[in-house]
């Protein structure tokens, strides 16, 4: 056991390095220009693509430039904004009502931390996570699937971690805390474009030699074919 907790400790300290210096300054690639932004297009999010919600925002973000023009809207005005959004009519409802809790409770102000971003419409763990990390720079781990996939497949977490929450301890526990909002940015950038769920693209991977299910899964096949040549 201790051993094992030294070769992760290590996983960790060389992944760290790797981003630092390869990708020192990742941002999300959600469109917004301040905090309320931000939100709404988090929550736009949850089940879609980014490419999608910053294809819908800029009209949105024009009707409604603050939490109290959402707020004054309504469902009939509202919906067809986001009508190509995954679950539109959900989506609505929640922003609908984010509008009105941030006037009513928060002085139109986001809130700034995660309790308090979970009492908003819409707003579950991941999303109050992100709002944190990225608006207030506080050391939380949003865990979406493509982190929950990487952690895993890295051999950041145990295997047999069932929930986001589980992941997001651990992660939490092993990521020093100034790097907590840039992890967040790493493993899902990664996830995205290279650890991605089907067919990940493991021989043009940089960080190959720090993953566990590369090591496991797909370096003995690599090497069984090598012995047929």
Known sequence: MDFWFMLRKERY?????HFSENLPEPE?????????ELLVAVILSAQCTDKRVNMVTPALFEA???PAHLAESNFEELFPL?????????KTK????????????????IPDTVENLQKLPGVGRKTANVIASVVYHQP?????????????????????????LEVEKTLVRYFPEKVI????HWLILHGRYVCVARNPKCTECDIKHLCRHYELKVLPK???NEVRD
């Open 13 to 17: 300290k060389q992944l760290i390095a």
């Open 28 to 36: 999300t690639e959600l469109r917004y220009r301040n905090p309320f």
């Open 64 to 66: 409604y430039p603050t």
């Open 82 to 90: 986001i009508r190509s959004i995954s679950y539109p009519n959900n």
């Open 94 to 109: 929640h922003l609908l009502g984010t509008g009105k809790m941030l006037v009513e409770d928060f002085n139109s102000e």
């Open 140 to 164: 939380t781990m949003a865990v979406d699937t493509h982190v929950f996939r990487v952690s895993k497949r890295l051999g950041l977490v145990n295997q047999n971690l069932k929930t986001p």
């Open 181 to 184: 909002p840039d992890a967040h």
């Open 222 to 224: 690599i090497e069984k």
